[in-house]
Structures are given as C-alpha cells and as structure tokens.
C-alpha cells in the first residue's frame, strides 16, 4: 500500500490547494489552479494518484501546516518527507539544496546553480527548468529562488509572478514597487 499515492484537496487563505502522498511521504503539492475541478486534475497528474483519500496524520499535520504559512505564519518545511521517485537526479540535488533555503530568505537561479557545482549561466537554466517542474512547491521552496539581480522572475504556478509575489510577501520579502502585499490584498 506504500505505493500508492492519494490526495486531498482543502481551503486556505491563498484559495483550494492539495496535497498527494503516499507511503514514502509527500508526492505533490498543488497551489490554487482557476477552480477546484484543475487544482485535483493537475494535482493527480503530477503526482500519479490514484484518487481522493483520508489523510493520515502526518499528512493532515501537512495540511494544517500550509493553511498556517498560507496564512501567514512563519512554518519550516525543510524536514517533510519527500517521494521524488520518477525525479532524475540531478533536480533531486538541486530540490535539497534548496529545501536549506529558510522562510525570508531568496536564493538566485545562478547562486542555486553554483551552490550544486554547475556554472552559472546554463546553471541558472537548467535551475529554472528544474523550478518550473517542481512536483512539491512549498514544501520544496522554488517560491525563493530569484532572478539574476535579486529580480522576482517567472513563477510556473496559475497566476505566475503574482502568486510568487504573494508567497514571498507572506515571508516579509519585498521588491522595488513597495511593501509585501498579502493574499487577497
């Protein structure tokens, strides 16, 4: 039964998110999508679920956790088991290296690169790649890592720059247009 993997999909500040698990740990996170119906469709896509279930308690700890830090609070993700399976290699490295990457704080995609020992310009590409495919955002912080020159750079989830925007915001970063603006602000 370790293998197979279910979600759950629930309420939070930021809108309907879900979360996938199995018996290796968290298979896929999903941030809001247009409506509900997308959010589970997308979710079960990249996690390869089987369909809806009862989170168990580690995973409704998970699920009480991104309702907080979705709603603001500081909550530290770095220890939550993880399925990568299906993920090659070098994205693993590049996701642990990143899950050091605390609440507050930003890394850049070339800074991430060299962090992993590749250089920096195709680096930071293959770094980029590696955020847009990033199975469990949040948990797996792609949210912090920037653009060259500390810009805020695209951002793969429904609502791109935006939601970027809203998710480092709720971590007090802020850019060159004015103070972090919180969800629904």
């Known amino acids: 039964m370790s293998g197979d993997t279910h979600h759950h999909l629930f309420d939070t500040a930021l809108g309907t998110c879900g979360v996938a698990w199995n018996g290796r740990g968290v298979a896929g996170v999903q941030l809001p999508e247009k409506d509900r119906v997308t959010t589970a469709r997308r979710l079960a ?4 679920s089987i369909g809806e279930g009862d989170p168990a308690a580690a995973m409704a700890a998970l ?3 991104i309702r907080k830090y979705l709603a603001g609070e500081k909550i530290d993700f770095s220890k939550i088991a993880v399925d990568l399976d299906g993920v090659d290699a070098f994205r693993r490295r590049i996701y642990a290296t990143l899950r050091d990457i605390g609440f507050g704080r930003t890394t850049t995609y070339g800074e991430l690169a ?3 020992g590749i250089g920096e310009w195709e680096g930071a590409r293959d770094v980029g790649d590696a955020m847009g495919r990033n199975p469990i955002p949040i948990v797996i912080p792609c949210h912090r890592v920037l653009a060259a020159g500390g810009k805020l750079g695209g951002f793969s989830a429904h609502g791109g720059a935006t939601t970027k925007r809203k998710l480092l915001a709720l971590e007090g970063v802020s850019f060159d247009d004015g ?3 919180l969800p629904g602000l």
């Open 63 to 65: 699920i009480d956790d």
């Open 114 to 116: 060299r962090a992993i």
């Open 179 to 181: 103070p972090p603006r």
């Open 45 to 48: 896509a990249k996690s390869g």
